[in-house]
């Protein structure tokens, strides 16, 4: 496509993008995303659990499975968000390096 360096679409595309995240950011926002959801999965066992054996007392048992859950699901998240952290700057360093794949 010729005339799209100075067109109106990347001079929104550029005002739109984002800097860069910091890696405190990444991992954080992953974890927060992992002890959600790995708490709500727990509570959600919890209650059926719960009322299951003693419907009185399910709100514990909400609480029992669905807090250690959520603990989990967090320290999943920040291995998770180290492991995509790993990756993003292994790919960075191979695209500054000026290596080829044939060695050279």
């Known amino acids: 496509?010729?005339?799209i360096e100075g067109s109106a679409v990347?001079?929104?595309?550029?005002?739109?993008?984002?800097?860069p995240r910091s890696a405190a950011h990444?991992?954080?926002r992953v974890a927060a995303y992992g002890a959600a959801g790995f708490g709500v999965l727990g509570g959600i066992v919890g209650l059926v659990i719960g009322l299951?054996?003693?419907?009185?007392?399910?709100?514990?048992?909400?609480?029992?499975i669905g807090v250690p859950c959520a603990v989990i699901g967090g320290a999943l998240g920040v291995a998770c968000g180290a492991f995509a952290l790993g990756l993003r700057s292994v790919r960075t360093d191979d695209r500054g390096s000026g290596r080829t794949s044939d060695g050279g």
Do not use: D, I, N, Q
């Not at 990347?10 to 800097?19: D, F, I, K, L």
């Open 52 to 64: 299951y054996g003693y419907p009185p007392t399910a709100w514990f048992a909400v609480l029992e």
């Open 10 to 19: 990347t001079e929104v595309a550029s005002r739109c993008s984002r800097p």
């Open 1 to 3: 496509m010729r005339g």
């Open 26 to 28: 990444l991992l954080g």
